[in-house]
């Protein structure tokens, strides 16, 4: 079977799908897994040198991935969706359906990850 909601258009730079604004000095990540939320903040809600460090290991992850345009994938039972908030807006969210298949939302645009990996989350989740 191919990939769930896509064709085969080329791979592109996540960079191109998304630029993070200048200065990104916050980023809350927001997880939704089986009716659960959890969230993660990085980086403090106005602007300074330490927050900016903070928020680096987000972006510098987000522009690791290597993305692929797509319709918008079907739901899957049990997957993990991260909603990206970047300076208090809405930005970007990041569907990982498990068995090693994601996508990214951005734009309005929804891309399948070709290398996907679990956002920095886990260490900053309260």
Not at 109 to 126: D, E, G, L, M
Request: aromatic fraction near 12%.
């Amino acid at each position: 079977m191919g990939l769930m909601g896509c064709g085969e258009p080329a791979a592109v730079e996540s960079s191109e799908a998304f630029a993070f604004p200048e200065p990104a000095y916050n980023i809350v990540i927001i997880c939704n897994h089986g009716g659960d939320e959890i969230r993660a903040e990085f980086g403090n809600e106005e602007y300074s040198p330490e927050s900016m460090a903070e928020t680096a290991p987000v972006i510098n992850w987000f522009h690791g991935l290597k993305l692929q345009e797509c319709n918008e994938p079907e739901p899957v039972e049990g997957s993990a969706y991260y909603e990206f908030k970047v300076n208090d807006k809405f930005e970007l969210g990041y569907d990982d359906k498990g068995g090693n298949e994601s996508y990214v939302l951005a734009g309005g645009q929804w891309y399948k990850v070709i290398n996907p990996s679990t956002p920095p989350f886990a260490a900053r989740s309260n």
